[in-house]
Protein backbone atom coordinates (compact mmCIF):
# COMPACT_ATOMS: atom_id res chain seq x y z
CA UNK A 1 0.00 0.00 0.00
CA UNK A 2 1.27 3.72 -0.09
CA UNK A 3 3.52 4.69 2.14
CA UNK A 4 4.46 7.96 3.83
CA UNK A 5 7.39 8.77 5.23
CA UNK A 6 7.92 11.48 8.06
CA UNK A 7 10.55 12.59 9.30
CA UNK A 8 12.33 13.16 12.32
CA UNK A 9 9.86 11.43 14.91
CA UNK A 10 10.52 12.63 17.37
CA UNK A 11 13.03 16.28 17.74
CA UNK A 12 13.72 18.51 21.26
CA UNK A 13 15.42 21.93 20.30
CA UNK A 14 15.90 25.21 21.87
CA UNK A 15 13.76 28.13 21.59
CA UNK A 16 14.11 30.29 19.15
CA UNK A 17 15.60 27.96 16.68
CA UNK A 18 13.83 26.19 13.40
CA UNK A 19 12.73 22.73 12.58
CA UNK A 20 12.50 21.42 9.50
CA UNK A 21 10.17 18.33 8.81
CA UNK A 22 9.84 15.88 5.76
CA UNK A 23 6.89 14.51 4.32
CA UNK A 24 8.02 12.00 1.47
CA UNK A 25 5.38 9.60 -0.28
CA UNK A 26 7.45 6.80 -1.09
CA UNK A 27 5.53 4.68 -4.02
CA UNK A 28 2.75 7.41 -5.39
CA UNK A 29 2.73 10.92 -6.52
CA UNK A 30 1.44 13.28 -4.14
CA UNK A 31 -0.10 16.21 -5.76
CA UNK A 32 -1.53 17.29 -2.42
CA UNK A 33 -0.11 17.17 1.07
CA UNK A 34 -1.43 18.23 4.49
CA UNK A 35 -0.43 19.27 7.68
CA UNK A 36 -1.78 18.54 10.87
CA UNK A 37 -0.90 19.45 14.59
CA UNK A 38 -1.88 17.77 17.67
CA UNK A 39 -2.37 19.11 20.87
CA UNK A 40 -2.34 16.51 23.63
CA UNK A 41 -4.84 14.77 24.77
CA UNK A 42 -6.93 16.74 21.41
CA UNK A 43 -8.09 16.03 18.05
CA UNK A 44 -6.22 17.00 14.85
CA UNK A 45 -6.75 20.43 13.22
CA UNK A 46 -5.41 21.16 9.79
CA UNK A 47 -2.85 23.82 9.73
CA UNK A 48 -2.21 24.35 5.97
CA UNK A 49 -2.90 21.98 2.80
CA UNK A 50 0.19 22.70 -0.43
CA UNK A 51 -0.04 21.43 -3.81
CA UNK A 52 2.72 20.59 -5.64
CA UNK A 53 4.23 23.64 -7.25
CA UNK A 54 1.69 25.97 -5.54
CA UNK A 55 2.02 28.09 -2.44
CA UNK A 56 0.46 26.40 0.61
CA UNK A 57 -3.06 27.30 1.63
CA UNK A 58 -3.20 27.94 5.29
CA UNK A 59 -6.32 27.42 7.59
CA UNK A 60 -7.59 30.40 9.56
CA UNK A 61 -5.23 31.46 12.42
CA UNK A 62 -2.32 29.68 11.23
CA UNK A 63 0.95 31.62 11.04
CA UNK A 64 2.38 31.63 7.55
CA UNK A 65 5.55 33.31 8.81
CA UNK A 66 6.25 30.82 11.16
CA UNK A 67 4.92 27.52 9.46
CA UNK A 68 6.33 27.27 6.63
CA UNK A 69 5.75 24.51 3.91
CA UNK A 70 7.36 23.81 0.94
CA UNK A 71 6.11 21.36 -1.67
CA UNK A 72 8.93 21.25 -4.41
CA UNK A 73 8.32 18.10 -5.64
CA UNK A 74 5.56 15.33 -6.09
CA UNK A 75 6.92 13.18 -3.76
CA UNK A 76 8.29 15.84 -0.61
CA UNK A 77 6.75 18.56 1.68
CA UNK A 78 8.38 19.92 4.14
CA UNK A 79 7.16 21.90 6.88
CA UNK A 80 9.76 24.44 8.64
CA UNK A 81 8.82 25.82 12.39
CA UNK A 82 10.60 29.00 12.05
CA UNK A 83 11.81 30.41 15.79
CA UNK A 84 10.21 27.82 17.79
CA UNK A 85 8.76 28.35 21.20
CA UNK A 86 7.47 26.13 23.92
CA UNK A 87 4.36 27.01 23.01
CA UNK A 88 4.83 25.18 19.26
CA UNK A 89 5.79 22.20 21.62
CA UNK A 90 3.19 19.98 19.74
CA UNK A 91 2.44 16.38 17.38
CA UNK A 92 2.89 17.18 13.73
CA UNK A 93 1.52 14.60 11.38
CA UNK A 94 1.19 15.04 7.08
CA UNK A 95 -0.61 12.94 5.15
CA UNK A 96 -0.95 12.87 1.63
CA UNK A 97 -2.93 12.09 -1.78
CA UNK A 98 -2.83 11.99 -5.31
CA UNK A 99 -4.83 14.37 -7.71
CA UNK A 100 -7.79 12.05 -7.83
CA UNK A 101 -10.51 13.12 -6.08
CA UNK A 102 -11.36 9.61 -4.31
CA UNK A 103 -7.77 9.17 -3.50
CA UNK A 104 -7.42 8.20 0.03
CA UNK A 105 -5.46 10.40 2.28
CA UNK A 106 -2.05 8.95 3.46
CA UNK A 107 -0.58 9.54 6.91
CA UNK A 108 2.86 9.61 8.52
CA UNK A 109 3.58 8.56 11.69
CA UNK A 110 4.01 11.93 13.06
CA UNK A 111 6.89 14.01 14.50
CA UNK A 112 6.92 15.02 17.96
CA UNK A 113 8.28 18.47 18.56
CA UNK A 114 9.35 19.71 21.90
CA UNK A 115 10.78 23.32 22.56
CA UNK A 116 12.69 23.54 25.62
CA UNK B 1 -23.32 22.70 15.17
CA UNK B 2 -19.65 20.56 14.82
CA UNK B 3 -19.11 18.84 11.77
CA UNK B 4 -18.05 15.75 13.54
CA UNK B 5 -19.32 15.10 16.84
CA UNK B 6 -17.83 12.08 19.16
CA UNK B 7 -20.02 12.33 21.81
CA UNK B 8 -18.05 9.74 24.35
CA UNK B 9 -14.67 11.75 25.41
CA UNK B 10 -13.39 8.25 27.02
CA UNK B 11 -14.97 4.77 27.65
CA UNK B 12 -13.21 2.06 29.55
CA UNK B 13 -14.42 -1.46 29.02
CA UNK B 14 -13.50 -4.80 30.33
CA UNK B 15 -11.50 -7.10 27.64
CA UNK B 16 -13.90 -9.08 26.09
CA UNK B 17 -16.63 -7.04 26.30
CA UNK B 18 -18.64 -5.22 23.17
CA UNK B 19 -17.99 -1.61 22.61
CA UNK B 20 -19.63 1.06 20.13
CA UNK B 21 -18.19 4.07 19.35
CA UNK B 22 -20.21 6.70 18.11
CA UNK B 23 -20.16 9.38 15.55
CA UNK B 24 -22.38 12.02 14.29
CA UNK B 25 -21.54 13.87 11.59
CA UNK B 26 -23.03 16.93 9.51
CA UNK B 27 -22.84 18.06 5.71
CA UNK B 28 -25.40 19.36 3.56
CA UNK B 29 -23.67 17.70 0.52
CA UNK B 30 -24.91 14.54 -0.53
CA UNK B 31 -21.54 13.44 -1.92
CA UNK B 32 -19.19 12.87 1.04
CA UNK B 33 -16.55 10.44 2.80
CA UNK B 34 -16.60 9.09 5.92
CA UNK B 35 -13.61 7.16 7.82
CA UNK B 36 -12.49 6.05 10.99
CA UNK B 37 -9.26 6.27 12.44
CA UNK B 38 -6.81 4.88 15.48
CA UNK B 39 -4.48 6.32 16.84
CA UNK B 40 -2.38 4.31 19.53
CA UNK B 41 0.02 5.72 22.37
CA UNK B 42 2.68 5.58 19.46
CA UNK B 43 0.45 8.32 17.86
CA UNK B 44 0.74 7.44 14.22
CA UNK B 45 -2.70 7.23 12.68
CA UNK B 46 -3.91 3.59 11.56
CA UNK B 47 -6.58 3.67 8.57
CA UNK B 48 -9.40 1.60 9.50
CA UNK B 49 -12.18 2.13 7.10
CA UNK B 50 -13.45 4.86 4.62
CA UNK B 51 -17.22 4.75 3.54
CA UNK B 52 -19.05 6.71 0.69
CA UNK B 53 -22.30 8.55 1.24
CA UNK B 54 -24.09 6.45 -1.41
CA UNK B 55 -23.23 2.88 0.37
CA UNK B 56 -25.57 2.19 3.48
CA UNK B 57 -24.71 -1.62 3.86
CA UNK B 58 -23.30 -1.99 7.28
CA UNK B 59 -19.37 -3.53 6.96
CA UNK B 60 -17.96 -6.60 9.35
CA UNK B 61 -14.11 -6.70 9.27
CA UNK B 62 -13.08 -9.21 11.90
CA UNK B 63 -14.13 -8.16 15.24
CA UNK B 64 -14.88 -4.68 13.67
CA UNK B 65 -17.95 -3.63 12.51
CA UNK B 66 -19.46 -0.15 11.48
CA UNK B 67 -22.97 1.36 11.57
CA UNK B 68 -23.55 3.97 8.26
CA UNK B 69 -27.50 5.60 9.11
CA UNK B 70 -27.90 8.72 6.82
CA UNK B 71 -30.91 9.03 8.42
CA UNK B 72 -29.80 9.95 11.91
CA UNK B 73 -25.92 11.13 9.95
CA UNK B 74 -24.27 8.53 12.47
CA UNK B 75 -21.31 6.41 11.24
CA UNK B 76 -20.70 4.11 14.58
CA UNK B 77 -18.04 1.93 14.94
CA UNK B 78 -18.53 -1.37 17.57
CA UNK B 79 -15.33 -3.24 18.68
CA UNK B 80 -16.53 -7.13 19.68
CA UNK B 81 -15.15 -8.75 22.47
CA UNK B 82 -12.74 -6.09 23.09
CA UNK B 83 -9.11 -6.33 23.50
CA UNK B 84 -6.47 -4.54 25.49
CA UNK B 85 -4.42 -4.21 22.30
CA UNK B 86 -7.70 -1.55 21.38
CA UNK B 87 -6.82 0.92 23.82
CA UNK B 88 -5.95 3.85 21.87
CA UNK B 89 -8.04 7.27 20.75
CA UNK B 90 -10.59 6.95 17.83
CA UNK B 91 -11.29 9.46 15.61
CA UNK B 92 -13.75 9.59 12.89
CA UNK B 93 -13.65 12.15 10.21
CA UNK B 94 -15.43 13.79 7.30
CA UNK B 95 -14.59 15.39 3.66
CA UNK B 96 -16.93 16.68 1.67
CA UNK B 97 -17.18 19.82 -1.00
CA UNK B 98 -18.76 21.69 1.48
CA UNK B 99 -15.77 21.80 3.79
CA UNK B 100 -13.13 22.32 1.34
CA UNK B 101 -12.63 18.20 0.62
CA UNK B 102 -10.10 18.63 3.29
CA UNK B 103 -10.54 15.98 6.24
CA UNK B 104 -12.27 17.33 9.21
CA UNK B 105 -11.70 14.84 12.24
CA UNK B 106 -13.94 14.57 15.85
CA UNK B 107 -12.53 15.31 19.03
CA UNK B 108 -11.83 11.57 19.16
CA UNK B 109 -12.99 9.18 21.69
CA UNK B 110 -10.18 7.23 23.63
CA UNK B 111 -10.73 3.37 24.87
CA UNK B 112 -9.45 1.87 27.63
CA UNK B 113 -9.73 -1.88 27.87
CA UNK B 114 -8.58 -3.35 30.89
CA UNK B 115 -7.64 -7.07 31.51
Known amino acids: GAVVSQHPSWVICKSGTSVKIECRSLDFQATTMFWYRQFPKQSLMLMAT?????????EQGVEKDKFLINHASLTLSTLTVTSAHPEDSSFYIC????????????FGNGTRLTVT | AQKVTQAQTEISVVEKEDVTLDCVYETRDTTYYLFWYKQPPSGELVFLIR??????QNEISGRYSWNFQKSTSSFNFTITASQVVDSAVYFCALRCLEYGNKLVFGAGTILRVKS
Open chain 1, 95 to 106: SAKTSSYNSPLH
Open chain 1, 50 to 58: SNEGSKATY
Open chain 2, 51 to 56: RNSFDE
